[in-house]
DNA sequence: GTTTGTATAAAACAAATGTTTTAATGTCAA
DNA sequence: TTGACATTAAAACATTTGTTTTATACAAAC
């Protein structure tokens, strides 16, 4: 093993186009014969470098998901302290922001929204990774975050909904790309993104309706 | 063939397991002999009264799928004859009545929800059929109903936005069981349904900001 | 130069899986 | 009863699929 390889490593390969199979397909639908020869090498190869094929499944999200999605959540925190502080509109721009456009190319944001779906449609191999080390502690980050925009010491659960509400937003505008190109007439283009991105805004903006300290 | 049988016709009880089966792990997750062994039939009879494994699940979506679809919509016209008319308020309950409680049990929803989600997901065999004969025409149903609160004229992708986000939130509720219950710690027993359903209404209908003719 | 370790390739294996075949069973009509 | 038809049962078949084995090429270490 050395450098000068063909292109990459196999190794790279593999994971590479294994993780867009296993996002466009899901784990069951894609063979390793389908992955090893998208990535142009042999067959034995994907047991070779990770013994297995779910340990393959395990090893995208590892190398390819996760740094991806702090990433993403890096963004959200730049975002948020370059801008106007910690408004509530700013927050949820911020979140926007960094989640409809972000550090992430189109397709990038595709794949790795599809592979989140299919985890927590259906909890899978790495649906505890996903949970413990991405989605919990970015959850209690936002709690903290709209803290001050509470209407009282209570309404708890009131605000973990309106977070959730903003994901269910961002979340389903990815993953339901098809019908909605479908009903709507709309294909995903810049321009729709962007107007995607003012409307989840202001929906979400309105739909929170925290008027309790400063506002907009 | 006859009445009488041990219990329901065998191919009545494939399609129920398929169905069950398919909702909650997908389409290539599943076995026929998984399928046959739950409905405690023989390996050959899916083959005998579908043809094969894609027809059944084809069949799922026709004889099982489709006429839960159009009796969630009865509901929902129903709900909105009954009531206070065609308020906004009004219609956005009767969305959310007729999609997070009305005439399924909670089984029958989530096994409803996940086959959908499947689909929207990834365009599969029941893609077509689904989106041609229930999405678009409900969404066209809407359209129509939600006109009167139109801004302007010039504004119709703004309303098929706002539609469309209304399902984000139901389908997106329905379908995070998992991440949601995880992160919250919530159940979802009858009281969080509740809870949630009196959710999505306010921050829709905040959401939608449709302040132009009737208010609620 | 020999050895060692790593990566790739080709072939083989064993289990799983969708499908078909063939036989058996039961039901109803003539 | 007989014959046609529908359903079920058991076994076999042909692929597919994940995994393993064996062999080969190649670079670095001794």
Same mark, same amino acid.
């Not at 007439?185 to 995903?188: H, N």
């Given at each position: 093993m050395d450098a000068m390889d063909n292109c990459t490593d196999s190794k790279d390969r593999i994971l590479d186009k294994a993780e867009a199979l296993f996002a466009e397909k899901g784990f069951h639908a894609v063979t390793v014969r389908e992955i090893t020869q998208a990535a142009h090498c042999n067959l034995a190869a994907v047991n070779y470098h990770f013994g297995n094929k779910q340990n393959l499944y395990l090893e995208v999200f590892r190398t390819r998901w996760m740094p991806r999605a702090r990433r993403v959540q890096a963004c959200f925190k730049d975002v948020l302290s370059t801008q106007?502080?910690?408004s509530l509109a700013g927050i949820v721009h911020a979140l926007a922001e960094a989640f409809?456009?972000?550090?992430?190319t189109d397709d990038e944001r595709l794949c790795h929204s599809q592979l989140m779906i299919r985890e927590m449609a259906k909890p899978g191999l790495a649906t505890d990774m996903l949970v413990d080390e991405v989605i919990k502690p970015f959850f209690g980050d936002l709690v903290v975050l709209l803290g001050p925009y509470?209407?009282?010491? /209570?309404?708890r659960e009131r605000v973990m909904l309106d977070i959730v509400s903003i994901f269910a937003m961002v979340i389903y505008f990815n993953f339901a790309r098809v019908p909605v190109t479908r009903v709507t /007439?709309?294909?995903?283009d810049e321009v729709f993104k962007e107007r995607l991105v003012e409307h989840i805004v202001r929906f979400c903006l309105k739909g929170l309706d925290m008027d309790k300290k400063e506002g907009a």
């Open positions: 106007d502080g910690r409809l456009k972000g550090p992430l509470l209407p009282e010491n /209570g309404e /007439g709309q294909e995903y």
